[in-house]
């Protein structure tokens, strides 16, 4: 039986850095539920905010707007194959830590997200 990697090409691993570790992250299926499950809202809504949120000039720090971006976190680190629970992640992340995790989460978000043209497919 063949083996799927040598078949097709296969997502390169991507990670987000957390106490100067690489902890690897992905946006796939799985991530997908675990944003769902974090954010409290289908995946449609969060890409919704999430898109709302990045045409903004100036983010806003409140609770809403972090719960979208630790909701894109946590995701991540799931489908990446990290067992973890919300809570964890939140107290695993240091405070000097969240401007470089947010921008790796966005990055890879940009990298590996589904386009109107994949969901029409």
Same mark, same amino acid.
Not at 112 to 116: A, E, H, L, Y
């Given at each position: 039986m063949a083996? #799927?990697?040598?078949? +097709?090409? #296969?997502? !390169?691993?991507t990670f987000i850095h957390i106490q100067g570790?690489?902890?690897? %992250?992905? #946006?796939? /299926?799985t991530s997908i539920n675990a944003i769902e499950e974090a954010y409290g809202k289908g995946y449609a809504q969060f890409e919704k905010d999430l898109n709302t949120m990045l045409k903004r000039k100036v983010v806003k720090n409140d609770r809403k707007t972090m719960n979208l971006v630790w909701s894109l976190v946590y995701g991540l680190l799931i489908g990446g194959g990290t067992e973890c629970t919300f809570e964890e992640m939140n107290r695993a992340i240091p405070f000097a830590d969240v401007p470089n +995790? +947010?921008?790796? %989460? #966005? %990055?890879?978000m940009k990298k590996?997200? /589904?386009? !109107?043209a994949d969901a029409k497919k």
């Open positions: 083996r #799927l990697s040598d078949l +097709v090409h #296969l997502s !390169d691993q570790q690489k902890v690897p %992250a992905m #946006l796939n /299926f +995790v +947010v921008g790796e %989460a #966005l %990055a890879i590996q997200g /589904f386009q !109107d």
